[in-house]
């Protein structure tokens, strides 16, 4: 049982294993855990694929504790992302926004399943045309008549 | 109809392969930070003098009204990259007649200060950054970083890393030249 249980504790340690440090943590709890929301959506400009609530680089720890500043003096979550996307560009979101330089971003995707849409509907268009079964003309059912009635009577000989 | 419908193939490999060849371009950085201050007003900071350093401290007002675009460099005692890039300022300083103003950044006072006094001191100016939050305020990923600021405290240019070799120093002089600090015969 204890054995199960360390085994338990051990795995779950990494878990713990955070970033933040007790002394950056607000005592309001409230505030603490929008703190810990927004940090997840900040790039840490050192490390680039992490968020700041995760990274333990330097830069990473003092953007933390200035979101935190930034909500103890008052500021509506909204303000705090936008404090510091003034400083260090759209670059710092880690969900890039939706502006003009952005579109491509976001559009393409949606363009692309409209081109393969298009594309897949004119060429079932065309197969469903080639597959419409024609009637033989006049001329046509008397050759295959005539070919027909040849082959039989070289046959028989 | 069909006849268009054929080339799409083609027109696709032609847009995947200008994405490729663009990738592919030895001189993109992908991991570079794109600086949201260049053509912007410098960011407003007031920083103290470094203690037990005979120079004063930095700021924002310091950075317009200069009669010729000015050099800010961030550095930090703590940083290996900054001694080597220590004798490229100070040639700009001496060699160039540039104004080169400091920003010393999370540094203990007397480290920086045994710092300059061992390699010598070029800057006008140095404001003592030991919060960083001036540097949150220049959007700084890292020491060092290398500012010009024109004579109306705009940003003009932005150099992540070491002005340190060929490659960089040449970039950098560029830069100086087309903000209008060296003139080109100087390159």
């Not at chain 1, 081109?115 to 897949?120: E, F, K, L, M, P």
């Not at chain 2, 083609?10 to 200008?18: D, E, K, S």
């Given at each position: 049982?204890?054995?199960?249980?360390?085994l338990?504790l051990?795995?779950?340690l990494p878990l713990?294993a955070l970033?933040?440090e007790?002394d950056e943590?607000?005592d309001?709890s409230?505030?603490?855990s929008?703190?810990r929301?927004i940090?997840?959506?900040l790039?840490c400009v050192?490390c680039l694929?992490q968020?700041?609530d995760?990274?333990?680089a330097?830069?990473?720890?003092?953007l933390?504790l200035l979101?935190?500043?930034?909500?103890?003096s008052?500021d509506?979550?909204?303000e705090?992302v936008a404090?510091?996307?003034?400083?260090y560009g759209?670059?710092?979101l880690l969900?890039?926004p939706?502006?003009?330089?952005t579109?491509v971003?976001?559009?393409a995707?949606l363009g692309?399943?409209a081109?393969?849409?298009?594309?897949?509907a004119?060429?079932?268009?065309?197969?469903?045309?080639?597959?419409?079964?024609k009637?033989?003309?006049?001329?046509e059912e008397r050759?295959?008549?005539?070919?027909?009635?040849q082959?039989?009577s070289?046959?028989t000989? | 109809?069909?006849?268009i419908?054929?080339?799409t193939p083609?027109?696709?490999?032609?847009?995947?392969?200008?994405f490729f060849?663009?990738?592919l371009?030895?001189e993109r950085?992908?991991?570079?930070v794109?600086?949201?201050?260049?053509?912007q007003?410098a960011p407003?900071?007031a920083?103290e003098?470094?203690?037990?350093?005979?120079?004063?401290?930095l700021a924002?007002?310091?950075l317009?009204g200069?009669?010729?675009p000015?050099v800010?460099?961030?550095?930090?005692?703590w940083?290996?990259?900054?001694?080597a890039?220590?004798?490229?300022l100070t040639s700009?300083v001496q060699?160039?007649?540039?104004t080169?103003f400091g920003?010393?950044?999370?540094?203990k006072?007397e480290?920086a200060a045994?710092?300059?006094?061992?390699?010598?001191?070029?800057y006008?100016?140095?404001?003592?950054?030991?919060?960083?939050?001036?540097g949150?305020?220049?959007?700084i990923?890292?020491?060092?970083?290398t500012?010009i600021?024109?004579?109306?405290?705009t940003?003009l240019?932005?150099y992540v890393?070491?002005?340190?070799g060929?490659d960089?120093?040449?970039?950098?002089r560029?830069?100086l030249?087309?903000?209008?600090a060296?003139?080109?015969e100087d390159l």
């Open positions: 049982m204890l054995r199960y249980f360390s338990i051990a795995l779950s713990a970033a933040v007790p943590m607000l309001d409230a505030l603490e929008r703190a929301e940090s997840k959506e790039r050192v694929n968020d700041i995760s990274s333990n330097g830069v990473a720890r003092d933390r979101v935190r500043e930034r909500l103890v008052g509506s979550d909204k705090v404090f510091i996307q003034a400083r759209d670059y710092v969900k890039p939706l502006n003009e330089k579109y971003l976001w559009f995707p692309m399943v081109v393969a849409i298009g594309i897949v004119v060429a079932m268009r065309k197969r469903r045309k080639k597959s419409v079964p009637v033989l003309s006049d001329a050759e295959i008549k005539q070919f027909i009635d082959h039989k070289g046959e000989t | 109809m069909g006849r419908l054929a080339l083609l027109l696709i490999a032609v847009v995947f392969g200008g060849l663009w990738g371009n030895p950085d992908p991991n570079e794109p600086s949201v201050l260049i053509s007003p407003e900071f920083l003098p470094v203690a037990g350093v005979d120079t004063p401290g924002r007002s310091d317009t200069n009669a010729t000015v800010m460099n961030v550095f930090a005692s940083c290996v990259p900054c001694r890039e220590h004798a490229v700009l060699r160039d007649d540039i080169l920003i010393n950044y999370k540094d006072p480290d045994r710092w300059l006094a061992e390699l010598g001191n070029p006008a100016r140095i404001g003592s950054d030991q919060s960083g939050r001036a949150i305020e220049w959007g990923s890292g020491v060092p970083e500012f600021i024109g004579p109306d405290g940003v240019y932005r890393g070491p002005v340190v060929e960089a120093v040449g970039k950098f560029e830069a030249v087309q903000s209008g060296i003139s080109r």
